[in-house]
Structure formats: C-alpha cells, structure tokens
C-alpha cells in the first residue's frame, strides 16, 4: 500500500497508478464471526467497540468486471459501525452469508470476517474490464448503495431494489481500511477543495438526509416548511439543518446540551431546543408514555415558531416516536429512517388518523440522489460536518465515542492518509467558500469555534 500513498503523494499519473502491482493483503478493521456472542448479557450501552473491532491484514479479494479497487485516504465513523461492532440488532455475517449465495463473485464476501464501514475518499488504483467512467488515478468519493444492476427491480429507485445492500454493513470489504473493492456505480468526484477526511465523512449521511427532506422519494420540502429536526447536530441531523436553511424552510433543532445548542445557532438554526435542559419524559416507565409531555414540546416548538412542524425529521425511534406523531401539524408528515433507541415503535393511532398525518420510511439514497448531495458539497452549499479525526488504529475508540453520544457531526477516520488535511485540490474555491465554514464542526470540537460566527 505505501506505493500508492508515495504515488497519490507524488501526483503520479492514472498510467503509473495502474501499473503498480495490487497488494496481496491490506489494513483493515474487522469484526469476527467467533466472537458475535462476546457481548451475551451486556447492556447495550456498555457493548464496547474496542473489545470487538480489529485492525489486521485481509486477503485483497479478486476485482470483477464491473468493480474498482480504491486506495482509500481517509473513511468515516457510522452509526453502523457502532450496530456492526455491538453486533445489534443482528451480527452482520448473516447479511454475507446471504449474499454469498448469488453469485461466484458474491461468494468472496462471505467470510470468517467482516471488513466494516460505508464511507470512503481516495484514489481509484484500478479498475475491472466492464467499468466505462472511471480511471486509475480518478479521485473520488464512494457511497453506500450496493445494487445489481441485473435486477429489475433496481431500475425505478434503486433504492427499492429486492437485492440492495449497504456497502460495508451488508457487505464486505468496506470503507475502514486502506483498500477497498465497490462497484463502479458507487463512485462520485472527489469535492476538490475539502481535505480527504472532509471528504470522506459525508456520503452516507448528507445523502440519507436529502432523500428524507430534498427528494420528491422523501418530504420533497418547499420553502417556509418548518421542519423539527432530532439530533440536529449529530451527523444526519446536521446534513438535514443544512438542507432545511438551503432550501427557505425554517429548521427547529432539538439537541441535549448548550454546547450543541451554541454550534446549531452558529450553523444559522434559530430556533433551538436542548431537550436536556427541557427534561421532557416522553415516557412515564417502560410501558407508558405522557401525552402532557408531548403536549408541552409542541407548546415549546410553538413558542419557538408560532406554528406546529409539517416536517418531522425523526431516527431517535421509541424514545420519540410519539411525541413526532403528536406535534406535526394536521396533515403534516413524519420522516423516519431509524430506531436508535428501540425499534418496536409506539404512538397514538388518533393523532395520526384523526389529523391526516402521514409516517414515511427512507433509506440511505440512490445513486442519483447521492450524485446530488454530493454536487452540493462540491459546490461548497452543503459543508462537511467533520468534529475530529481519528487514525484507523484507534477505530473502535472512535465508534465507542459515537457509540455514548460524546461527538457532533462526524468523526473521521485517517486510512493512507498520514496526517490531516492533505487532498485539498482547489485551494481558491476553498478559500472562496471560507475555511471557518468549512471547518465549523472542527472549530467547534476543538473548542475554538467563535460564539456566533459559522456556516
Ligand atoms: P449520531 O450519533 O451522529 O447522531 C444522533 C443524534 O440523535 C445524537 O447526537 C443525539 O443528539 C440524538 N439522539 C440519540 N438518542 C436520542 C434519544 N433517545 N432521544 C432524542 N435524541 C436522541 O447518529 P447519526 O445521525 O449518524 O444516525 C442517527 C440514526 O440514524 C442511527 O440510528 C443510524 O443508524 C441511523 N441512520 C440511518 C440511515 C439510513 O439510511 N436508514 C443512514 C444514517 C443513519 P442529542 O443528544 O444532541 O439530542
């Protein structure tokens, strides 16, 4: 692998890339299939990443024909990293075993381990006889959406697809490493003024929250819509801040800290909610919830806005389910796209049926989706939400981090990348953009990021 770093480094050309022989091992965070009961009896909250992720050398699978490999600089921690780690709601050697079955290249992802992680930026080393659009030396983002285009059903949204499958979590050979092996359709440009850790922390994020709000497969918002946003600094709900300020909505941000609340007002979200300092209890005990509660978050939501959310941008799950369905406005709509604190769901069917509101699921997004979320950053009007970085060594401190709700934004993770910010390609356009507005979260993180002054 160090001869594609000196290469990337020395700007070698496309030609000199590919003719650099593909290693037969590389760097790469696992976890085992032997070890999936090592957590039986622990408390969610006290699953430990660090006892169940490894960094070690894997065997470099075989390309097929419509497969790159790419040396990655740099990939980011997902909630899923911390799901796969802690091996909920399911050990993933299930989703490999699964797909192993499909084909005689399918089969090389069903493996004693998983190489975890659906984010990644570097350099395309080489590529497989059927790949049309990309090249040895092309630099580049990668997204999370695994389909097979021989599917029918992956032609109207991919998305919808029977076999579509999350690079990395539903895969092998993903993103927490130095090299990876994706299909040639998960490929976009490299945004040429972010450094490689700016750039590897927002595909699977910044997509998945504008098909829940941009898309017309999501909310398809318009302008003056007020959107609640839970976890509006975290990394989804910061993406869907942005999202909701770029095009005229008016976000109202719920978060569990002044320091988050401080970072949502920089980031231009004036409507702020620390639910922390509010101490709502949606939940009386673990079987009862508190109307009187819900109520009182939309009175604070009113107070805020004067008017009830037509958008409910919702992945806390059980925790606030309910309380989502009982303040969105009469006919308003409520996004969902996880279940962080518990997925056996529970509201009041009246609020919902009564007041003509609608729940809708999205999942991460589709190729043309993330292609446009992706133009956005490149054109400096979504900004990565990169808080800090951490080395691929120390990958499962990272997912703990994330893990107890300790980080804002993303955290990225340095692979090849021997340091941070290296990979700026456009030093003008950055420049132009504003390196306080890049760097906001990173600001923040670091404990610098001036009251009031941001994106
Ligand atoms: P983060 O940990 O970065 O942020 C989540 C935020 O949610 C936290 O910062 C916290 O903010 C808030 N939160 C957590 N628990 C609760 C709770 N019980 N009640 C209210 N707020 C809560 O995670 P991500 O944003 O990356 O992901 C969020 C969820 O979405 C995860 O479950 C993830 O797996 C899922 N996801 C799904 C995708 C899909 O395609 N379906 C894609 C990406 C993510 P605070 O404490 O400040 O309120």
């Not at 978060?255 to 709502?280: F, H, K, T, W």
Request: overall charge negative; hydrophobic content about 40%.
């Amino acid at each position: 692998m160090q001869a594609y770093l000196d290469a990337i480094q020395d700007g070698a050309s496309g030609a000199d890339i590919a003719a650099l022989p593909v290693p037969t091992s590389y760097r790469a965070a696992t976890v085992h299939k032997d070890e999936v009961g090592m957590f039986e009896g622990v408390a969610s909250s006290e699953k430990d990443p660090r006892k169940s992720l490894h960094v070690e050398e894997v065997a470099t699978p075989e390309l097929a024909p419509d497969e790159v490999y790419v040396a990655l600089m740099a990939s980011s921690i997902n909630f899923n990293t911390v799901w796969t780690s802690i091996f909920e709601p399911l050990p993933t050697f299930g989703f490999l075993s699964r797909l192993g079955r499909e084909s005689t290249y399918a089969a090389r992802h069903d493996l004693p381990y998983h190489v975890i992680g659906s984010d990644g930026a570097g350099v395309v080393v080489g590529v497989g006889a059927a790949v049309r659009s990309w090249k040895p030396g092309d630099r580049v983002v990668i997204h999370c959406n695994s389909v097979d285009d021989q599917d029918p059903t992956a032609h109207d949204d991919s998305m919808l697809a029977a076999n579509q499958r999350i690079w990395g979590f539903e895969t092998n050979f993903g993103g927490l490493a130095d090299l990876t092996v994706v299909k040639a359709n998960q490929l976009m440009p490299k945004p040429a003024h972010l450094t490689w850790e700016e750039s590897a922390v927002n595909a699977l994020c910044s997509s998945t929250s504008y098909r829940m709000l941009v898309s017309r497969n999501g909310a398809g918002m318009k302008q003056g819509d007020v959107v609640l946003i839970w976890g509006a600094t975290g990394g989804i709900g910061g993406y869907a801040v942005q999202y909701v300020l770029n095009g005229g909505g008016i976000p109202v941000g719920v978060v569990s800290s002044p320091e988050r609340a401080q970072l949502l007002r920089d980031m231009g979200c004036e409507a702020v909610i620390d639910r922390a300092a509010n101490g709502y209890r949606f939940w009386k005990d673990e079987h009862t919830q508190d109307e009187a509660e819900w109520r009182r978050l939309g009175k604070d939501i009113r107070g805020l806005v004067g008017v009830d959310p037509d958008i409910v941008f919702e992945h806390p799950g059980r925790s606030t389910m309910g309380a989502s369905v009982f303040v969105a406005k009469r006919g308003g709509l409520i996004m969902t796209c996880a279940a962080t604190s518990g997925y056996m769901i529970e509201y009041d069917n009246r609020h919902l049926w009564m007041k003509l509101k609608t729940i809708k699921a999205s999942h991460f997004a589709n190729y043309s989706e993330a292609w446009a979320a992706n133009q956005l950053l490149s054109q400096g009007r979504i900004q990565p939400l990169l808080s800090e970085t951490h080395p691929l060594d120390d990958v499962g401190e990272a997912a703990l981090a994330v893990h107890q709700n300790r980080t804002e934004g993303k955290v990225g993770v340095l692979c090849l990348a021997p340091e941070k910010g290296l990979g700026i390609d456009d030093p003008a356009r950055r420049e132009e953009i504003g390196e306080d507005t890049i760097t906001l979260y990173q600001r923040h993180a670091a404990g610098g990021a001036s009251p009031g002054g941001g994106a």
